[in-house]
């Protein structure tokens, strides 16, 4: 007997059939490629960029024509460290497409050529180089850049969680990755970023290297009217019964956010006996599962939250959707100390990412930790 595929993919590459709308924003990325322009993504983490731009380097239109890459820097925190997985992207990318193009890589990365490895299988070099390899980044960056200009066809470079390079210790590295992208004929760039302030204020303040360098596209949630019935689908078309009013109230608990839909419904879904129904009991059960879960790390999380940010971050967790936070309505209905002390919390937990803002309204950048709180302090879901 076949196995069912979980329809609700939560991990790796979506296959068109598992993949929900984004109709017009595809075509709006696919179009401002093709065109020679540059895009900005800004969405909420976790609200399918990654998704949306691996879909659109599947569709022939840019699989054929282009090269295309993606790197995400969440994690770095140097410009070593950027240099270096732009470089691993760009060899390990190419190298089962193109052996030209990876024997160029070798002859245009001079400066770390002589690190590479050597696999006796497929006689070929492998990127093995560790990090401390890349002595002077500037200059190797100037090389996979020449690279890039010189490959045989266009390129497409996506750069996920972009306002990471804002926080590195080196001065100026908006104005060097600026100076190098806007030198490029060959290559186009998609930024993408879940710091919406942070990406807005690179991207639209003219104080900035990047200012109006890239069209900008921001990634809302997807309409009610469109996920709901794709979601009944898929449990119909798998011989499962869902009421569409349960979906609804899941879409709603969660405000059309992609990932956190498809993971509850990926769990309902397996917890759900083919011929059977997926009950509101077994959907409340699944988000409950998958909050459990993630204990150890929101606790290890909040460790690292000194107390007035966490006393912040309680109310805004709390109230779900938090305005004025400065307000005297607000301090005292969650008796918090002041506005300066709130004010000064709500900035630190902006540059963690802990909260959001979006036109002036705060929350809790992960809903489940948001749950998590609210379980803890005896607000628990309400569904």
Same mark, same amino acid.
């Given at each position: 007997?076949?196995?069912?595929?979980?329809?609700?993919?939560?991990?790796? *590459?979506?296959?068109?059939?598992y993949?929900?709308?984004?109709?017009?924003?595809?075509?709006?990325?696919?179009k401002?490629?093709?065109?020679?322009?540059n895009?900005v993504?800004?969405?909420?983490?976790?609200?399918?960029?990654? !998704? /949306?731009?691996?879909?659109?380097?599947?569709?022939?239109?840019?699989?054929? %024509?282009?090269?295309?890459?993606?790197?995400?820097?969440?994690? @770095?925190?140097?410009?070593?460290?950027?240099?270096?997985?732009?470089? *691993?992207?760009?060899?390990?990318?190419?190298?089962?497409?193109?052996?030209?193009?990876?024997?160029l890589?070798?002859?245009?990365?001079?400066?770390?050529?002589?690190?590479?490895?050597?696999? +006796?299988?497929?006689?070929?070099?492998?990127?093995?180089?560790?990090?401390?390899?890349?002595?002077?980044?500037?200059?190797?960056?100037? =090389?996979?850049?020449?690279?890039?200009?010189?490959?045989? &066809?266009p390129?497409?470079?996506?750069?996920?969680?972009?306002?990471?390079?804002a926080?590195?210790?080196? *001065?100026?590295?908006?104005?060097?990755?600026?100076?190098?992208?806007?030198?490029?004929g060959?290559?186009?760039?998609?930024?993408?970023?879940?710091?919406?302030?942070?990406?807005?204020?690179?991207?639209?303040?003219?104080?900035?290297?990047?200012?109006?360098?890239?069209?900008?596209?921001?990634l809302?949630?997807? +309409?009610?009217?469109?996920?709901?019935?794709?979601?009944?689908?898929?449990? %119909?078309?798998?011989?499962?019964?869902?009421? *569409?009013?349960?979906?609804?109230?899941?879409?709603?608990?969660?405000?059309?956010?992609?990932?956190?839909?498809?993971?509850?419904?990926?769990?309902?879904?397996?917890?759900?006996?083919?011929?059977?129904?997926? @009950?509101?009991?077994?959907?409340?059960?699944?988000i409950?599962?998958?909050?459990?879960?993630?204990?150890?790390?929101?606790?290890?999380?909040?460790?690292?939250?000194?107390? $007035?940010? &966490?006393?912040?971050?309680?109310?805004i967790?709390?109230?779900?959707?938090?305005?004025?936070?400065?307000? @005297?309505?607000?301090?005292?209905?969650?008796?918090?100390?002041?506005?300066?002390?709130?004010?000064?919390?709500?900035? $630190? /937990? /902006? =540059? &963690?990412?802990?909260?959001?803002?979006?036109? #002036?309204?705060?929350?809790?950048?992960? #809903?489940?930790?948001?749950?998590?709180?609210?379980?803890?302090? !005896?607000? !628990?879901?309400? /569904?």
């Amino acid at each position: 007997m076949a196995k069912t595929v979980n329809p609700f993919v939560v991990t790796g *590459k979506i296959a068109p059939e598992y993949f929900c709308d984004r109709v017009t924003e595809s075509a709006r990325l696919v179009k401002s490629i093709i065109n020679g322009n540059n895009l900005v993504v800004i969405s909420p983490r976790r609200m399918g960029k990654t !998704g /949306l731009i691996q879909f659109c380097y599947d569709k022939p239109e840019l699989s054929r %024509e282009y090269y295309t890459f993606f790197i995400d820097i969440l994690h @770095t925190s140097s410009l070593r460290e950027f240099t270096y997985l732009f470089g *691993k992207e760009i060899y390990e990318t190419l190298l089962p497409r193109s052996r030209k193009m990876a024997s160029l890589f070798l002859q245009t990365i001079k400066s770390i050529s002589g690190k590479f490895g050597f696999d +006796p299988m497929t006689n070929l070099p492998t990127f093995n180089i560790e990090l401390g390899d890349i002595e002077r980044p500037e200059y190797t960056l100037d =090389e996979i850049f020449q690279y890039l200009e010189h490959a045989d &066809k266009p390129c497409i470079v996506s750069i996920d969680e972009f306002q990471q390079i804002a926080k590195y210790p080196e *001065k100026n590295i908006e104005a060097l990755l600026r100076t190098h992208m806007q030198r490029q004929g060959n290559s186009h760039f998609i930024f993408a970023g879940s710091e919406r302030h942070m990406m807005q204020e690179m991207f639209l303040s003219s104080a900035r290297p990047f200012y109006h360098s890239a069209d900008i596209l921001e990634l809302k949630a997807i +309409p009610s009217e469109v996920y709901i019935p794709f979601i009944a689908g898929h449990f %119909e078309r798998c011989n499962r019964r869902i009421d *569409k009013v349960d979906i609804a109230k899941v879409y709603a608990l969660f405000k059309g956010h992609t990932f956190y839909i498809q993971k509850t419904f990926n769990e309902a879904f397996a917890d759900t006996p083919e011929g059977e129904d997926c @009950t509101m009991e077994i959907i409340r059960t699944a988000i409950n599962n998958i909050v459990a879960s993630n204990d150890t790390i929101f606790r290890e999380i909040l460790s690292n939250v000194p107390e $007035k940010q &966490k006393e912040l971050l309680y109310a805004i967790a709390k109230d779900g959707e938090a305005v004025q936070l400065t307000s @005297t309505e607000f301090i005292k209905r969650h008796s918090l100390t002041s506005a300066s002390s709130v004010q000064a919390a709500m900035k $630190k /937990l /902006l =540059e &963690k990412d802990l909260i959001t803002e979006i036109n #002036k309204r705060y929350s809790v950048t992960d #809903k489940l930790f948001a749950m998590w709180i609210n379980n803890l302090y !005896g607000n !628990g879901l309400v /569904l």
